[in-house]
């Protein structure tokens, strides 16, 4: 028997076999033999989901005998919705010889179609072999069997964005505010890995992207149960209201002032297996806002001093707290100071506080200022800075007003300026000319 043995598997290595007839085939018991499957390789367990690319698929056979069989070929038959990847073979093994208990594992790369639903479906291996039987007439003879065996492939995964929070930087956007950042926080709420994200941000007037592209970005994966967040940069536009501004004897006079406003920004997100789109709101809330309503100053000549009283005016949506007037001080107006003040004292009055100044409300604010000399008459702004705390966050808040003020000819001309050599020599011939007159004068008498 076992030079029979050993001459059908001589014959089987070398390609000539005899194919016994089906029915007396069949007389015999057929091979057994279980088959399953998961995704993943060795330990590593991966849950597949439609769309998903280049999976390791594990299928595990086991023979469960009876007779050993020869020259045994095992290939997967993929079908929807397994995709082979193009240039990747079939996961296939060639065994030599597979004896009752063996249990052996094929490995291949597959695509799951987009368009696959949850579930577990069947595929198939396609196992080729020879085995030896006994035929009538010739004896144990080596036969070729194939067996289709169909196992389950679970496509279970799914992955689903949620937005979970998000957030401003500044955390509260003040009206006159010229820029922000948007902060959303994205969570993949299913099982399955989700691959290629496109996250992008619309913003409607008067918020619009900080730049090209700043409104966009890519993910090339997101795992399941991890939170992400992605900023988005934003500039806003110039959005204000005009306000009556009431004037001293009931006149008034138009200005406007940053306005708040509500706005909605659309984030949608693309993934190869489903688009999702969250809108967030973006509020901007009331602030002050000063205008100079008067000045009142007598005539200002350069080189000289004086004082400059002005009356300002929140036009604002909200009460400023802690009010400070600055003036700042520049090359053409300086904060007065006489030579026998301490030069302390006149720095500190630079500063007044108004304290709190509700929206529609005026107040008068003065500063003694010194005026540059050598400079020629004209129109020159003084800079005043005005701050103050800002509910809800008391965040401090700055706004500089330029007041323009009107300087005038000096009454007095140094000599030193604009005055020529001739014209002095003139007047000290007149001088002289006068006191020898008065001198001749006082002889006669």
């Known amino acids: ?50 769309g998903a690319t280049a999976l390791p698929l594990t299928i595990r056979a086991t023979y469960a005998g009876p007779v050993t069989l020869y020259n045994v070929t095992m290939v997967v038959k993929p079908r929807f919705p397994i995709v082979p990847i193009k240039g990747e073979p079939n996961a296939s093994l ?36 020879y085995a030896e039987v006994e035929v009538p007439q010739v004896g144990p003879t080596l036969v070729r069997g194939q067996e289709e ?5 679970p496509i279970t995964g799914y992955s689903g964005i949620k937005l979970v929070s998000y957030r401003t930087t500044p955390a509260v956007i003040y009206a006159g505010d010229t820029a922000g950042v948007l902060t959303v926080y994205l969570v993949n709420n299913g099982n399955a890995v989700a691959s290629d994200l496109t996250v992008t941000a619309t913003f409607s007037s008067p918020l619009s992207q900080l730049y090209p592209g700043s409104n966009s970005i890519y993910l090339a994966y997101l795992p399941p149960g991890r939170i992400i967040n992605i900023s988005f940069p934003f500039s806003i536009e110039n959005y204000s209201t005009s306000k009556l501004v009431r004037l001293p004897g009931g006149t008034y006079i138009e200005s406007s002032a940053p306005a708040s406003f509500n706005s909605t920004v659309k984030i949608a997100v693309s993934t190869s297996s489903g688009n999702y789109t969250f809108f967030v709101p973006v509020s901007v809330v009331p602030a002050a806002h000063f205008v100079v309503v008067q000045s009142y100053y007598p005539k200002l000549t350069a080189g000289g001093s004086s004082y400059v009283t002005l009356q300002l005016s929140n036009i604002g949506g909200a009460e400023s707290r802690f009010t400070t007037l600055t003036l700042l001080m520049g090359p053409v107006f300086t904060q007065y100071a006489s030579s026998s003040e301490n030069p302390l004292i006149a720095v500190e009055s630079i500063n007044q506080t108004v304290g709190d100044v509700e929206p529609g409300q005026s107040f008068n604010a003065t500063f003694v200022i010194s005026v540059a000399s050598n400079i020629p008459p004209g129109t020159y702004y003084m800079p005043v800075l005005i701050s103050w705390r800002q509910e809800p966050t008391m965040a401090p808040m700055y706004q500089i007003v330029k007041v323009p003020l009107v300087v005038s000819s000096s009454s007095l001309i140094p000599f030193s300026d604009g005055i020529s050599t001739t014209w002095l020599y003139i007047i000290a011939i007149i001088v002289i000319a006068v006191l020898v007159a008065l001198v001749f004068a006082r002889r006669k008498k």
């Open 1 to 50: 028997m076992k030079a029979i043995q050993l001459l059908a598997l001589m014959l089987a290595l070398s390609g000539a076999f005899y194919y016994a007839p089906v029915a007396h085939a069949a007389s015999q018991q057929s091979p057994l033999f279980y088959v399953s499957s998961y995704w993943g390789y060795n330990t590593t367990v991966i849950t597949a989901y439609p």
């Open 94 to 129: 060639f065994l030599p010889e597979l004896t009752p208990g063996t249990s052996v594992g094929l490995v291949g790369l597959y695509n799951v179609s987009g368009s696959a639903s949850l579930g577990v479906y069947n595929e198939t291996l396609s196992i080729v072999y």
């Open 149 to 153: 065996v169909n196992f389950s492939v």
